[in-house]
């Protein structure tokens, strides 16, 4: 089949690469021109190593071709971001590019939107686009397969996740799961298009709403002055009880962005969805605010945070809680050093190495529990820093070992007194 891929960033330029190692012929296309001439002379973005095979090998092999405008083809695939700004879903860049491709599609053409979009998003859009064309929905075959991979494994999870496929009819959805059957090993479930759109944002709904509860169990047992992670651990031997972790705050692409395609769709019976947004988004505050107990913010007092990337073992620091724990503590007078080797991308730089990054600091606050950060030893770190402190956000540290070594330590819900509040008390 001909199939133009529009929208070539983390998902849809993997998922040209699939379909052309699936023995289509994929089109590529991308508003970005810089990155579409890039493509066209071999020239990849950073991405995982997989998916620059992935990619690499398909344009080496003349089954993946990226163009200057968006050709007539059998199928559009479209993967464009949808972001909120404000609480609100921005759709203009679905918007573009379906009046983009409504332009050129001619009847019979399968139109499959996979951007994480507000239920009823789909049809509105493309029907508008369509009829601003002089063209008719009845004329296509419409379908919403929205994307589920997780960073870090994108290839891997494009092949082989479970899909759900929701058809403008029950034929356009029987159309599309043949298509994705192409490239996709895992199961794919066919649907309405609405309930495709509201399986996705429900599923990292979820994500939200139980890691709000975790975050709001470790406030409550501070204040209680019981350890919340060994109280998470006894309350999961419960076979029906499944607690997440608490941690500084929700980051990434989709968890903290998709529960607002709920609420703003309608305030009114998402209580309990905005409020856990709210706990979430309060999770960096509340470690600024321990850090103030622990560290007067005079002057020249520097926060070593180690971790930039929104959650362990990747490099991706999108809506990342660092960046906000990082903002809050400079608005507050502390200088601050970030540290994370996975990440290449930030909003500011990073620190080289571990070492600068802790020299003369006042505290340590681990953010991200990378891997590769359990080889930090506590002594050689106390060595640098000018007070030996280490707020640990995800109970990633071993406090004994770090006790040892002179450190002063906070685990995120685990009762705290620090040394000054204790002295004033
Ligand atoms: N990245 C993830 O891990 C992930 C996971 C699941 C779902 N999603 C969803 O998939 C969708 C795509 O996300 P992404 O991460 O690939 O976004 P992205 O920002 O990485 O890529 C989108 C690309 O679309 C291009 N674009 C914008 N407007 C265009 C237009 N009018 N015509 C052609 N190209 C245009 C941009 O230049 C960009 O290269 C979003 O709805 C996102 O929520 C993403």
């Not at 559009?76 to 050129?104: F, N, S």
């Not at 009823?120 to 859009?125: I, K």
């Not at 929205?146 to 356009?172: F, H, S």
């Amino acid at each position: 089949m001909n199939i133009a891929v529009i929208g070539l960033g983390y998902i849809g330029l993997p998922t040209a690469a699939l379909l052309a190692a699936s023995g289509h012929r994929v089109y590529g296309y991308d508003v970005n021109a810089p990155l579409r001439h890039g493509l066209q002379h071999g020239h990849l973005p950073e991405m995982e190593p997989p998916v620059r095979d992935a990619v690499l090998g398909a344009l080496r092999d003349g089954h993946l071709h990226v163009l200057d405008r968006i050709p007539n083809a059998q199928a559009y695939v479209m993967c464009l971001p949808t972001p909120t700004h404000e609480g609100k879903p921005d759709l203009r860049y679905v918007e573009a590019a379906a009046a983009a491709v409504a332009a050129v599609a001619e009847p019979g053409a399968i139109l499959v939107l996979e951007s994480t979009v507000p239920p009823g998003a789909t049809e509105r859009v493309i029907e508008g686009a369509l009829a601003a064309a002089g063209k008719q929905i009845g004329d296509f075959h419409v379908a919403h397969c929205p994307e589920r991979v997780i960073p870090g494994a994108i290839m891997t999870e494009l092949r082989t996740n479970a899909r759900v496929v929701g058809g403008r009819t029950p034929q356009d959805a029987r159309i599309v799961r043949d298509l994705y059957a192409s490239f996709c090993e895992g199961p794919i479930s066919v649907t309405s298009l609405a309930v495709a759109e509201f399986v996705k944002v429900v599923e990292n709904t979820f994500r939200d709403v139980n890691i709000a509860f975790a975050n709001e169990l470790a406030i409550f047992a501070e204040e209680l002055g019981v350890d919340v992670w060994e109280t998470i651990e006894l309350a999961n031997h419960h076979p029906r009880v499944n607690i997440l972790a608490p941690g500084p705050g929700v980051g990434g692409h989709c968890i903290p962005v998709d529960p607002h395609f709920l609420s703003d769709a309608n305030p009114f019976v998402t209580e309990l969805i905005q409020s856990a947004r709210r706990v979430n988004d309060r999770m960096p505050y509340r470690i600024v605010r321990r850090i103030a107990e622990l560290v007067d913010p005079g002057r020249g007092r520097k926060i070593a945070l180690l971790g930039a990337a929104y959650k362990a073992d990747v490099s991706d620091a999108r809506e990342s809680p660092t960046v906000r724990v990082d903002t809050l503590l400079r608005e507050r007078g502390y200088s601050t050093a970030i540290y994370d080797p996975l990440v290449e991308r930030f909003h500011r730089p990073l620190c080289g190495t571990l070492e600068e990054t802790v020299s003369d600091a006042d505290a340590l606050i681990l953010l991200t529990p990378h891997t590769l950060f359990a080889t930090i030893r506590p002594e050689a770190v106390a060595s640098l820093m000018r007070t030996p402190r280490l707020v640990d956000t995800r109970k990633f540290f071993d406090t004994a070992d770090w006790q040892r070594c002179g450190f002063e330590c906070y685990v995120l819900g685990r009762p705290f007194k620090s040394v000054a509040v204790r002295a004033v008390a």
